[in-house]
C-alpha cells in the first residue's frame, strides 16, 4: 500500500454520511398531527413504520439523499474534486443512489452491502411553509464500518466531512474517529455537522468535546448550537463555541449565516430568494458551498458567501440536490 500523497487544498473533500433515497411530497399540518409528527424534526424509524408512513404519504418525487451526500453533490456542482464513503444495498434504490452521485460527478466506489439490510431510505413532508418534516429508515446505512472505508483517500483528502447522523451506529461512529484521526496525521482537515436537535441532545457530551477541537471546522445550525450549549440565547452559544475550534459555521436560516474564526464574528446575510419551496438540504448545500470555498483557497466571507449561494439555490425547489448552475451563481455573486 503507498502513502498517501500530503493533502492540499485543491485535494479532495471526502464526505462520509448516510446513503439514503428521499421521498419528498407535500403535506398540510394537520397530517402531520394525525400522524404524530413534529414539524421540522428528523425521527428515525423501522422498516414497518416506514412502509406505513409511505402509504399514506400524498405522491412525491424520490430523489438520492443523505446529508453528507448532498453536501458533495454540491460540492461539485461548484467544480470541486470530491468523494462520497456510504454504504448501500445492491437493490433497486441502492442502485439509484449510485448512479445519481456519480451522475452528479462525485466518486462513489464504497462496495454493495453484502447484507440482507435495504438500502436506507427518508420519508419527507413538507408543509405549505417549506419546513420539513423527515422520517429516516436507515436500512443499511447505519451498517457503515471501517471495511466500508477507503482509509487511502481519506489521507489524501484536504478536508473530510463528517455527518452527526452517523454517530448513533457504534461501527460508524469508530471507523469516523479513525477517518479523523488519518486525514489529521496526513496535514489535512476534519469538519463534522452536528446535523439535527435530536443528534445533539442523544450525543451532547460527545459533541461538545468534537466542538472542543475535536475537529476543525464546526457546522450547526442556530437552534443545534443552542442546544449544544444548553441556551436560549444565542449570543451565550455564540460566545460559548468561540475559540474552540479553528472555524465554526452556524447558518440561520433567513438571518444568513455567522462564522466565528478564532475571536472574529463574520456574519454573512441570506441570499434573497423569489419564492421558499423547500427547505430540505439547505444545510446540506450550505456545507457544500462553504467547503468549495475552502477547497478554492477563499476567505472565510466568501466561503460562507458561497454557502448562502448553494443554500439559496436548493430552498428555491423540491428536492436537495441542485438544479441551477451552482458555478454560475457562485461567479455572480463573487464578483
Known amino acids: 500500500m503507498t502513502s498517501p500523497a500530503s493533502p492540499s487544498e485543491s485535494a479532495p473533500i471526502v464526505c462520509i454520511g448516510n446513503a439514503i433515497v428521499d421521498v419528498i411530497a407535500r403535506a398540510e ?57 456510504g454504504r448501500v444495498s445492491d437493490d433497486q434504490l441502492g442502485r439509484v443512489f449510485q448512479h445519481d452521485i456519480r451522475a452528479a460527478g462525485v466518486a462513489f466506489d464504497t462496495p454493495f452491502s453484502t447484507s440482507e439490510v435495504p438500502t436506507a431510505r427518508c420519508l419527507i ?55 479523523r484521526d488519518t486525514v489529521r496525521a496526513a496535514g489535512g482537515r476534519v469538519s463534522f455537522t452536528l446535523s439535527d436537535l435530536f443528534c445533539v441532545d442523544r450525543h451532547r457530551s460527545d459533541f461538545l468535546a468534537l466542538a472542543d477541537g475535536g475537529v476543525d471546522i464546526l457546522f450547526a445550525n442556530e437552534q443545534e448550537l443552542k442546544s449544544l450549549y444548553e441556551t436560549e440565547d444565542f449570543g451565550a452559544a455564540l460566545s460559548a463555541q468561540e475559540g474552540r475550534c479553528e472555524l465554526a459555521v452556524v447558518t440561520r436560516g433567513p438571518l444568513g449565516a455567522v462564522v466565528l474564526n478564532g475571536s472574529e464574528r463574520i456574519e454573512v446575510p441570506a441570499q434573497p430568494v423569489a419564492s421558499v419551496v423547500d427547505t430540505t438540504g439547505a444545510g446540506d448545500l450550505f456545507a457544500a458551498g462553504f467547503l468549495a470555498g475552502l477547497q478554492q483557497g477563499r476567505s472565510p466571507h466568501d466561503c460562507a458567501l458561497l454557502g448562502t449561494v448553494a443554500a439559496g439555490e436548493i430552498i428555491s425547489h423540491y428536492g436537495a440536490r441542485p438544479l441551477a448552475d451552482l458555478k454560475a451563481l457562485a461567479s455572480k455573486a463573487l464578483s
Open 29 to 85: 399540518d394537520d397530517f402531520l398531527t394525525r400522524n404524530r409528527l413534529e414539524k421540522g424534526s428528523m425521527r428515525l424509524i423501522d422498516a414497518e413504520e416506514a412502509e406505513r408512513l409511505y402509504a399514506k404519504m400524498a405522491a412525491g418525487q424520490e430523489s438520492s439523499g443523505g446529508s453528507g451526500a448532498n453536501t458533495a453533490a454540491g460540492i461539485a456542482a461548484l467544480g470541486g474534486t470530491t468523494r462520497f464513503i
Open 125 to 179: 413532508n413538507v408543509t405549505p411553509d417549506a419546513e420539513r418534516t423527515m422520517c429516516t429508515f436507515l436500512g443499511t446505512s447505519a451498517e457503515l464500518a471501517e471495511g466500508d472505508v477507503d482509509y487511502d483517500a481519506i489521507g489524501a483528502a484536504s478536508i473530510v466531512y463528517l455527518e452527526g447522523y452517523l454517530w448513533d451506529a457504534e461501527d460508524a461512529r469508530a471507523a469516523m474517529e479513525k477517518a
